[in-house]
């Protein structure tokens, strides 16, 4: 399945990196939950990181019920940046050196979530999307906490990836130059799970947390 | 020294963590290329990924002089964002998760470096910012590079930053709950430098390749 581009979603520069196809688009949010949230406040542009996490085709994002980002993306037009930063590219001119990455774009209108058991499920599957099993292993949530907690969502309907991947693309009298060329990759991973120095004695990691992998 | 908050830079959520010291500001701008510009472009909020460096008191991003992210930057107010996500912070409640994170937003007018030998003189900094030593070993810019080349520079004057580290705090009762909690801690690593398949024989890894650090 793949979604047609829309006026902004086309991707005008670098376009032959464009992707349009939706399993792609998934993978890429599904690799990584840090994303950027552009939103407009007062007329003028803020960009906010925070976690996302998706269910079929939505994303949602969360925080305080307090937060000035929540307050000003709702009910108004975003737009939601996943990257994942995979290596330097480095070429023999400083011209065509360049980034491999994949990122995703999404645009349109946030929404709030607000039945209290769609929050709940929906912060469930926050939990279960990223830590498999550790819901129900936690203190159920309070009622003051849900309150506490605003979601926001976003259906993916207007949303586009940009992947880079390989060597450099040099000028075709540059690759007799004696110098040096290729990629340094990079990649996010995830070290030894710490103990909280308060943790009671005998409890040991879980699953979830000693085969997290991100990026 | 440190800055003055202002009413777009000033923390309001979890303000106890803001930090409006400049030498930290500069330090995660100086860690983490990779950052999130946001800007207006027919009243409606983008956000795009693209790189940035420093120098001094300003930072700088940099693209083809067809680039509709730049084009509607230029001479606007944009807001830029660097995060670099240091960890998930697993805690005995799904409400008191979170994550370990620095991150900075820079916001102000982006403006065009116009003249071409400073345009140069930017991009020989990108350069030597990420690689030193690079800028001399490469093929010269060509002046049609340098044309085709659109550099926006933003001054670092109304700024902030925001840092989590440490475990989880969670509800003093919660502590007693026989539940995992703790820190995942995420990196993100330099893998060792790929040759471009077309490099001529003989040539080795530069320092400034095999030194390569992020984040």
Redesign the interface.
Known sequence: MSKSPTE?TRV??MHENAKYDTALIHAILDAQP?C?????FKG??????T?QWREGNHIYWH??A???MLEACEET?????V?I?DG?V?A????E?S?N?R?V?A?GTAHKVIHRDDKEAR??SM?ET??PG??D???P??EK?LK??TILGLELNEVSAKVRSG??I?DTD???????????????????????????AG????DH?AK?K?G
Chains 1, 2 share one sequence.
């Open positions: 902004r005008k520069r840090m950027t949230v552009g939103y407009s003028l542009p803020y960009v906010t990181p976690l925080g305080s307090a937060s000035r037009q975003v737009c939601v940046n990257t930063f330097m480095m023999r001119s400083a011209f050196h980034c990455y990122s774009m645009f912060l469930k939990v990223l830590f550790r819901w292993m936690l203190r949530m309070k906490e506490a907690t060597p450099p040099d540059d690759y007799a130059l004696p110098i040096w060329a290729g990629v340094i990759p990079l990649q996010t991973v995830a070290l030894q799970a710490v103990d909280d120095p308060r943790l009671i409890l040991v990691v879980p947390v997290f991100i």
